[in-house]
């Protein structure tokens, strides 16, 4: 099982990630010191890296955009995110998470 810490909430989940914007492709690292790491592709300008980010885990996690949102850490690398409509263990399964160890 993974070591991401994951906060169940009624509808969804909240766990903490380290974003590495500028990156030359978008992609979920592993876990590191307990979070998610993802490399965005986009700048860390004017809001792109999280329009990017929000977009990008919608997409893995098969949710609508509007499902996932950045609850903490706007303009920092480490944010807590949440993402209704999920349980902790499809979370897991969609980001291949579920058998990976930390980075």
Do not use: H, W, Y
């Not at 992609?27 to 999280?50: D, F, R, Y």
């Not at 329009?51 to 944010?79: D, H, M, Y």
């Amino acid at each position: 099982m993974s070591d991401l810490t994951i906060q169940k909430i009624d509808g969804g989940v909240i766990f903490t990630a380290k974003i590495v914007p500028g990156s030359s492709r978008t992609i979920v690292c592993g876990l590191l010191n307990k979070m998610l790491k993802v490399k965005i592709s986009a700048a860390p300008e004017m809001g792109k890296a999280n329009k990017r980010l929000l977009e990008f885990l919608a997409e893995q996690l098969g949710v609508k955009k509007n499902a996932v949102s950045i609850i903490s850490g706007q303009t920092r690398p480490i944010k807590q995110l949440q993402v209704l409509g999920i349980s902790e263990e499809t979370l897991l399964n969609k980001l291949n998470l579920n058998n990976r160890g930390e980075l």
